[in-house]
């Protein structure tokens, strides 16, 4: 019995030795690694991820401490490689071998200017901008405040491939995308607000996407893609998205407020936005802006007042399984639509002053801005161009973001929102010398004050009401399964609109600063000067429906293909205005337009087209990559093109457009690089050209086609810690390859012109220019912090026939900052420092069809300009 337990004793001990034996065989095996994150000024960085791996499939991760510090160990010998990564800074890496021992490896990061690395969460799943086969450029709010954007369109000017156009202060933009022909507006451009249309896509500027929401202090980023995934994204749009997205609360109270001052305009502004945790799982994000505004260029009344609230509330479920979130939103904003008035010519394209009046300074509004009008049935109504565009507009929607046991992603986006819009805006449309002999007059019955080299002009005032009602729903499901990451949903967007009257009145006015209405007796211009002009109305419903599909296919470490699928049906009901009976009693839709609608008649059209793209990319490593795109996209018609009074059925064409893009991105040792080339081309646009006669303004049907070879690119590079440079910009070849306009389809302008057919193929796209491009700096020293932009805008034509050329121009901003504490910053910019004269636009109802080299120089034509230079500064507080 005790031999047995001695034996027993004797195993124990053989087993234990061999136990430590073995455990200091593996210690001796193995090390560690460990080290520190800072940034290029020696700052600990924290939220910093740090990956471990090696060629044998050995992979692990982990973040940052506290202290900025990692540590992992047990680490069996062997080469790896570490991965640091941060959002908003380039990735870096290092090499290490493990030999039986502790190995400190410390890690630094720099900003990534062009956040190559970022996250990008608009079209698909979430995925790094590196990663991605898609043009895309992000702007985050700190990009946002630095360039100062004195409105929504001039934020638009930082995307490479958009032409975009401010001149009319803060009313509707123009953006040209890749060299697509338009009169203007967003026809190619989608916009969107935390990812849901805030429009369909395709009007021109009534209505207008940019009065539907405010670039303020609520917006946290701003994400483009440009081209092919755009028309994938969303219905309609093959050109690009533009996703608005807000804060949305934190773990942490954070808050920014401003208050800014137009020292050129007497703006006065005030904007707050603040966010953080009602508890564990509710997080919360409110803010807004206000501000009152005389213009720029200043009309005779307040040009400006009015701004928005919005906020959120979030609920995040246990177990990180997802959140369900409320938002809400109010814009009461009136703004001052600038349109084009008149300088003399002088052949330079440039806007020469005229002797009493600047284009380029000053403003055509009437000082006598108020009327009433009778119609037929008796109603009074009065109007005032001194109430411009004036939006009101509630929205409340919900986002509902949850995954499953079995990993698959559900998401729901819902929006309803309420629209009114008034426009109170006038046009001139005609201008003339004062004829001698006869009296002209104030609406008081004094004599109108003018000289030999004065002018009278002949104005249009559009007084339209606007009503629409939107609800726009998107259902995604997402699953990762494999090497694919599926994604599929389903979509409605209701649009109801209700336009009801769309107004128009003739006057005739000054042509001066401060300008009066006229009374001339001899001509029948007595009362209050009013002319009635005519009245229409645009009602309808319109219905999008949509699926789509996606499919992210990893072949392998190095490439990701990506598919996607999209089929829309757009549905449109609606009532077309006649002003007429024939002998039977039926509507005479060829009546001419008066005062007084006599009936509607319904129409309904029902039209499915489908887009597909096909992206690869080649992530050639860390810091490189390469991508390519095909796209076969669409665009199509909307209720402005139905809804007219005189409908062609021949006017309607299949619109299908082809993209193909090539694509390299790149970011190390300070360097950040995004460019592309690409090919697009649009067929059978209908493009109405408006030809001025003696009947008054007739309108052209012709289609047309074009193909644009365009190269965009942004350029970044962190010249030292406290000094960076950029430069983006576009080049682009747009060409109408197919455009012809007869004047047989128009009996007003054949009986004037005669039988012509204008033949503008081969020509360049009227007002896109061939460079534009920006070279930006951003010096930091200290409390002190100052940016520049010098930017370009290469000469454009004003019409398809490339007549009339505009010349290209040079306008630079800059702003200046201080740090009077950690928390409070003084800043002071200004635009258009060397207050550059320049026309983005000429007569867009009339070069087509002028010879140019029977012009007089001195002759009075329009045309519109840039705004002139201005002075701002604010004083901003922001805690976290």
Same mark, same amino acid.
């Given at each position: 019995?005790?031999?047995?337990?001695?034996?027993?004793?004797?195993?124990?001990?053989?087993?234990?030795?061999?136990?430590?034996?073995?455990?200091?065989?593996?210690?001796?095996?193995?090390?560690?690694?460990?080290?520190?994150? /800072?940034?290029?000024?020696?700052?600990?960085?924290?939220?910093?991820?740090?990956?471990?791996?090696?060629?044998?499939?050995?992979?692990?991760?982990?973040?940052?401490?506290?202290?900025?510090?990692?540590?992992?160990?047990?680490? @069996?010998?062997?080469?790896? /490689?570490?991965?640091?990564?941060?959002?908003?800074?380039?990735?870096?890496?290092?090499?290490?071998?493990?030999?039986?021992?502790?190995?400190?490896?410390?890690?630094?990061?720099?900003?990534?200017?062009?956040?190559?690395? $970022?996250?990008?969460?608009?079209?698909?799943?979430?995925?790094?901008?590196?990663?991605?086969?898609?043009?895309?450029?992000?702007?985050?709010?700190?990009?946002?405040?630095?360039?100062?954007?004195?409105?929504?369109?001039?934020?638009?000017?930082?995307?490479?491939?958009?032409?975009?156009?401010?001149?009319?202060?803060?009313?509707?933009?123009?953006?040209?995308?890749?060299?697509?022909?338009?009169?203007?507006?967003?026809?190619?451009?989608?916009?969107?607000?935390?990812?849901?249309?805030?429009?369909?896509?395709?009007?021109?500027?009534?209505?207008?996407?940019?009065?539907?929401?405010?670039?303020?202090?609520?917006?946290?980023?701003?994400?483009?893609?440009?081209?092919?995934?755009?028309?994938?994204?969303?219905?309609?749009?093959?050109?690009?998205?533009?996703?608005?997205?807000?804060?949305?609360?934190?773990?942490?109270?954070?808050?920014?407020?401003?208050?800014?001052?137009?020292?050129?305009?007497?703006?006065?502004?005030?904007?707050?936005?603040?966010?953080?945790?009602?508890?564990?799982?509710?997080?919360? #994000?409110?803010?807004?802006?206000?501000?009152?505004?005389?213009?720029?260029?200043?009309?005779?009344?307040?040009?400006?007042?009015?701004?928005?609230?919005?906020?959120?509330?979030?609920?995040?479920?246990?177990?990180?399984?997802?959140?369900?979130?409320?938002?809400?939103?109010?814009?009461?904003?009136?703004?001052?639509?600038?349109?084009?008035?008149? !300088?003399?010519?002088?052949?330079?394209?440039? @806007?020469?002053?005229?002797?009493?009046?600047?284009?380029?300074?000053?403003?055509?509004?009437?000082?006598?801005? /108020?009327?009433?009008?009778?119609?037929?049935?008796?109603?009074?109504?009065?109007?005032?161009?001194?109430?411009?565009?004036?939006?009101?507009?509630?929205?409340?929607?919900?986002?509902?973001?949850?995954?499953?046991?079995?990993?698959?992603?559900?998401?729901?986006?819902?929006?309803?929102?309420?629209?009114? &819009?008034?426009?109170?805006?006038?046009?001139?449309?005609?201008?003339?010398?004062?004829?001698?002999?006869?009296?002209?007059?104030?609406?008081?019955?004094?004599?109108?004050?003018?000289?030999?080299?004065?002018?009278?002009?002949?104005?249009?005032?559009?007084?339209?009401?606007?009503?629409?009602?939107?609800?726009?729903?998107?259902?995604?499901?997402?699953?990762?399964? #494999?090497?694919?990451?599926?994604?599929?949903?389903?979509?409605?967007?209701?649009?109801?609109?209700?336009?009801?009257?769309?107004?128009?009145?003739?006057?005739?006015?000054?042509?001066?600063?401060?300008?009066?209405?006229?009374?001339?007796?001899?001509?029948?211009?007595?009362?209050?000067?009013?002319?009635?002009?005519?009245?229409?109305?645009?009602?309808?419903?319109?219905?999008?429906?949509?699926?789509?599909?996606?499919?992210?296919?990893?072949?392998?470490?190095?490439?990701?293909?990506?598919?996607?699928?999209?089929?829309?049906?757009?549905?449109?009901?609606?009532?077309?205005?006649?002003?007429?009976?024939?002998?039977?009693?039926?509507?005479?839709?060829?009546?001419? $337009?008066?005062?007084?609608?006599?009936?509607?008649?319904? !129409?309904?059209?029902?039209?499915?087209?489908?887009?597909?793209?096909?992206?690869?990319?080649?992530?050639?490593?860390?810091?490189?990559?390469?991508?390519?795109?095909?796209?076969?996209?669409?665009? &199509?018609?909307?209720?402005?093109?139905?809804?007219?009074?005189?409908?062609?059925?021949?006017?309607?064409?299949?619109?299908?457009?082809?993209? $193909?893009?090539?694509?390299?991105?790149?970011?190390?040792?300070?360097?950040?690089?995004?460019?592309?080339?690409?090919?697009?081309?649009?067929?059978?646009?209908?493009?109405?050209?408006?030809?001025?006669?003696?009947?008054?303004?007739?309108?052209?049907?012709?289609?047309?086609?074009?193909?644009?070879?365009?190269?965009?690119?942004?350029?970044?590079?962190?010249?030292?810690?406290?000094?960076?440079?950029?430069?983006?910009?576009?080049?682009?070849?747009?060409?109408?390859?197919?455009?012809?306009?007869?004047?047989?389809?128009?009996?007003?302008?054949?009986?004037?012109?005669?039988?012509?057919?204008?033949?503008?193929?081969?020509?360049?796209?009227?007002?896109?220019?061939?460079?534009?491009?920006?070279?930006?700096?951003?010096?930091?020293?200290?409390?002190?912090?100052?940016?520049?932009?010098?930017?370009?805008?290469?000469?454009?034509?004003?019409?398809?026939?490339?007549?009339?050329?505009?010349?290209?121009?040079?306008?630079?901003?800059?702003?200046?900052? !201080? /740090?009077? &504490?950690?928390?409070?910053?003084?800043?002071?910019?200004?635009?258009?420092?060397?207050?550059?004269?320049?026309?983005?636009?000429?007569?867009?109802?009339?070069?087509?069809?002028?010879?140019?080299?029977?012009? $007089?120089?001195?002759?009075?034509?329009?045309?519109?300009?840039?705004?002139?230079?201005?002075?701002?500064?604010?004083?901003?507080?922001?805690?976290?």
């Amino acid at each position: 019995m005790k031999k047995l337990q001695l034996k027993d004793k004797l195993e124990t001990f053989w087993l234990l030795c061999l136990f430590i034996i073995s455990s200091v065989a593996h210690a001796q095996s193995t090390g560690s690694i460990s080290g520190v994150v /800072k940034d290029k000024n020696g700052t600990l960085l924290s939220e910093v991820t740090v990956k471990l791996s090696s060629a044998n499939g050995t992979d692990r991760s982990t973040k940052v401490d506290s202290m900025s510090t990692y540590n992992f160990k047990n680490v @069996p010998n062997g080469k790896y /490689k570490i991965l640091f990564t941060l959002l908003g800074h380039l990735a870096s890496t290092a090499q290490v071998v493990v030999e039986n021992n502790d190995v400190v490896i410390n890690g630094q990061l720099v900003e990534d200017p062009m956040q190559l690395d $970022a996250v990008v969460v608009t079209g698909g799943r979430p995925k790094r901008k590196i990663e991605s086969s898609v043009a895309i450029t992000t702007m985050s709010a700190k990009d946002i405040q630095q360039r100062a954007p004195l409105n929504n369109i001039d934020l638009m000017k930082a995307i490479p491939g958009l032409t975009v156009e401010s001149s009319g202060g803060d009313g509707p933009g123009n953006v040209w995308v890749r060299g697509f022909p338009q009169g203007g507006g967003y026809t190619y451009l989608g916009i969107l607000e935390d990812g849901l249309a805030v429009l369909p896509t395709g009007f021109n500027s009534a209505p207008s996407a940019d009065q539907y929401y405010k670039a303020d202090l609520t917006i946290k980023n701003v994400e483009a893609i440009r081209g092919g995934n755009a028309a994938i994204v969303l219905a309609n749009t093959p050109g690009a998205v533009i996703n608005n997205i807000s804060y949305v609360g934190a773990a942490k109270s954070y808050g920014d407020f401003k208050v800014s001052s137009g020292l050129s305009q007497g703006l006065f502004k005030v904007e707050g936005n603040t966010g953080g945790s009602l508890s564990d799982n509710i997080r919360y #994000n409110i803010g807004g802006s206000y501000r009152t505004d005389n213009g720029i260029v200043s009309p005779p009344y307040n040009a400006g007042k009015g701004g928005q609230l919005k906020g959120n509330i979030t609920y995040h479920f246990k177990h990180n399984k997802g959140y369900f979130r409320l938002l809400g939103k109010y814009i009461d904003d009136k703004i001052y639509w600038r349109l084009p008035s008149y !300088y003399s010519y002088d052949g330079s394209g440039k @806007p020469k002053a005229l002797p009493n009046y600047d284009i380029f300074t000053q403003s055509m509004e009437v000082v006598d801005s /108020k009327w009433d009008y009778t119609n037929g049935s008796g109603k009074t109504t009065s109007y005032d161009l001194a109430d411009g565009m004036h939006t009101k507009m509630g929205a409340i929607g919900f986002q509902f973001n949850y995954t499953t046991d079995n990993e698959w992603q559900i998401s729901n986006n819902f929006r309803y929102q309420d629209n009114k &819009t008034d426009i109170n805006s006038s046009i001139p449309v005609g201008v003339g010398g004062y004829v001698p002999g006869v009296d002209y007059k104030y609406l008081d019955g004094s004599p109108a004050v003018y000289g030999a080299n004065d002018y009278n002009v002949t104005t249009a005032a559009i007084m339209w009401r606007n009503k629409d009602k939107q609800y726009i729903n998107n259902l995604d499901f997402k699953k990762k399964v #494999n090497n694919h990451s599926l994604g599929m949903g389903l979509g409605i967007h209701q649009h109801n609109v209700n336009n009801n009257p769309y107004d128009t009145f003739v006057f005739f006015q000054e042509l001066k600063e401060n300008p009066r209405r006229l009374l001339i007796p001899a001509f029948g211009i007595v009362g209050n000067g009013i002319i009635p002009a005519s009245t229409t109305l645009y009602i309808a419903n319109t219905r999008i429906l949509s699926s789509y599909i996606t499919d992210e296919i990893a072949l392998s470490a190095k490439y990701r293909l990506d598919l996607g699928f999209r089929l829309d049906n757009h549905n449109i009901d609606g009532k077309r205005p006649y002003y007429g009976v024939n002998t039977d009693g039926t509507p005479n839709p060829s009546a001419p $337009a008066t005062m007084t609608v006599t009936g509607t008649t319904d !129409y309904s059209y029902s039209n499915t087209n489908w887009a597909f793209s096909a992206g690869l990319n080649d992530k050639i490593s860390e810091n490189a990559a390469m991508f390519a795109r095909l796209t076969r996209a669409y665009n &199509t018609p909307n209720y402005l093109d139905y809804g007219v009074q005189v409908f062609n059925a021949a006017s309607i064409k299949k619109r299908p457009v082809y993209l $193909a893009e090539l694509g390299y991105k790149y970011a190390k040792n300070g360097w950040s690089l995004f460019s592309s080339m690409s090919y697009s081309a649009i067929k059978n646009v209908s493009l109405n050209i408006t030809v001025p006669t003696s009947a008054g303004l007739q309108s052209l049907i012709a289609f047309g086609s074009t193909a644009t070879l365009s190269a965009e690119y942004e350029v970044a590079y962190k010249v030292s810690n406290n000094l960076g440079l950029r430069l983006t910009g576009t080049l682009q070849d747009s060409k109408y390859t197919d455009y012809k306009a007869s004047t047989n389809t128009n009996p007003a302008v054949f009986a004037e012109l005669g039988d012509k057919t204008y033949d503008f193929s081969g020509n360049r796209t009227e007002r896109v220019p061939v460079l534009s491009t920006e070279l930006s700096a951003n010096y930091d020293y200290k409390k002190f912090t100052t940016n520049w932009g010098i930017i370009y805008t290469g000469s454009r034509y004003t019409s398809p026939s490339d007549s009339y050329k505009l010349p290209g121009y040079i306008s630079v901003r800059a702003s200046a900052g !201080y /740090k009077l &504490t950690k928390a409070i910053e003084a800043k002071f910019w200004v635009d258009n420092l060397t207050n550059t004269r320049a026309l983005t636009e000429g007569d867009v109802r009339g070069d087509q069809f002028r010879d140019f080299s029977t012009i $007089a120089k001195g002759s009075l034509m329009i045309g519109r300009t840039i705004l002139p230079r201005s002075f701002w500064a604010s004083i901003s507080y922001s805690f976290k």
